[in-house]
């Protein structure tokens, strides 16, 4: 748990029987986060603050999780109160480095809508699908350097491989930076400390790596979406080299990290439970409902949101600029929404899963993320033969804001 002399001093308007100490980057989640947080929160109310990483409320249930993201008029996006972000602009110096802001995630409607609009066309279904044959080309690819050997790490080997050189090819960067472009990404997800301009440096790092190419597109343009973003107009406006930043950072952000994440544990799933392999590879079709089963059960986004003015969710009042944390992996375990949730059901009927987030905010790319889970699950179960989990190395796992499988050792020897 966080060490006494970080945890903050409890507000006066949150109870006594509110309190419940969880720490989202606690150790304990490491050995499996999905089940060790349910056990930890076992005892916790459906609603709770909690003192660790500065104070703040966790949701655990659907609704009230649903009720947050979907009403961004009363909790917003944008994580600084302006009191807040006062201090915060303080501490930078003023010759010192702009720091991104990535839209439209930071932002809330209507002002969230007008930068979230250009996009759409980007991430469109018709121009998502067009990807499909190289997808699955480098699927293939990628398990033929495996197939042989009777083991791997897939995590390291398919699982980051696939989505972000998909990512690094649409977007026209560098495939031989991918470890470096990785450990960026890790390190925005690690705990922020003590000073939150360090966390905002993260940010200007990712921005920093992609100055050289976002400049060189602009000037010499291809068929990349940098290229394409160069191309879009806000209200008739031409676009920005400071907006362009912004938005280069938060697709690199989601880019490189959400559908890791899912393989990770969707083919966790398959190497626990070898029956679950055999009746998708007797019926391949399954795999689009399977794919949806999986994200529900091990869903790994925790959005955090600020109150604008006091509300009242669920029996607690929340107070102007408390901040909520929506920790959607157990949402969507809720047995008031879901059935035995912890039990996968290929064929239960209500999938309504919020992997994606839900609302204003629910992920831009969730089609080209379903995509390369669907195709890459139909070739790895094409082409490798009944794989398990290697006893002698057991996974490994990532805690807080987003729950990944960091190593999955595999064998099918």
Request: glycine share 4%; aromatic share 8%.
């Given at each position: ?13 949150v ?22 947080a349910?056990?930890?929160l ?5 609603l ?9 409320w ?31 602009e ?8 702009r720091i ?22 980007v991430?469109?279904p018709k ?7 190289d997808?699955?080309?480098?699927a ?12 791997c ?42 000073n ?9 790092n ?14 010499h ?20 080299f ?18 890791v ?30 794919t949806?089963e999986l994200?529900r059960?091990y869903t ?37 929404e ?11 009927e ?21 995509l ?10 094409q ?31």
């Open positions: 748990m966080t060490a006494p002399h970080l945890l903050s001093p409890c507000p006066a308007h109870p006594a029987d509110a309190v419940f100490e969880f720490d989202i980057f606690d150790q304990r989640l490491l050995q499996d986060p999905h089940n060790t349910l056990q930890l076992a005892e916790a109310p459906p709770f603050w909690t003192p660790c990483n500065g104070g703040h966790v949701t655990t249930c659907y609704q009230q999780a649903f009720t947050v993201l979907r009403t961004p008029e009363q909790f917003s996006s944008g994580m600084l109160s302006p009191q807040e972000m006062s201090k915060l303080a501490m930078i110096p003023a010759d010192g480095p991104p802001h990535p839209v439209p995630v930071m932002l809330d409607p209507p002002e969230h809508t007008r930068y979230r609009q250009p996009l759409q066309k991430f469109a121009t998502i699908n067009a990807l499909k044959g997808i699955e080309q480098l293939h690819q990628l398990i033929d350097t495996i197939i042989d050997d009777g083991q790490d897939f995590i390291t080997a398919v699982g980051e491989q696939l989505p972000v050189q998909v990512f690094l090819k649409m977007m026209g960067l560098p495939l031989d930076r991918l470890p470096e472009f990785r450990e960026l990404v890790r390190e925005v997800f690690a705990p922020a400390g003590a939150p301009h360090d966390q905002l440096l993260r940010l200007r990712i921005a920093d790596v992609m100055t050289d190419i976002i400049l060189e597109r602009r000037d343009p291809r068929d990349d979406l940098i290229s394409r973003l160069w191309e879009l107009q806000l209200d008739g406006e031409p676009m920005t400071e907006l362009m930043e912004d938005y280069c950072v938060l697709l690199f952000l989601a880019g490189l990290d959400t559908v994440n899912a393989i990770g544990f969707g083919v966790r799933h398959m190497a626990l439970y070898p029956d679950f392999q055999q009746q998708l590879r007797a019926d391949p079709q399954l795999i689009p409902e399977a949806e994200l059960r790994m986004t925790i959005p955090i949101r600020r109150v604008l003015t006091p509300v009242q969710l669920g029996e607690r009042q929340l107070a102007e600029n408390d901040k909520i944390m929506t920790y959607l992996p157990l949402a969507d375990l809720d047995p008031a879901f059935p035995e949730p912890q039990q996968f059901d290929l064929l239960r209500n999938k309504r899963h919020m992997a994606f987030g839900m609302g204003p905010h629910r992920c831009l790319g969730s089609h080209l993320a379903r390369e889970l669907q195709t890459l699950y139909h070739v790895v179960l082409r490798l033969p009944e794989f398990r989990l290697d006893t002698a190395k057991p996974a490994q796992f990532h805690a807080g804001q987003m729950l990944a499988v960091a190593s999955l050792p595999l064998r099918w020897d």
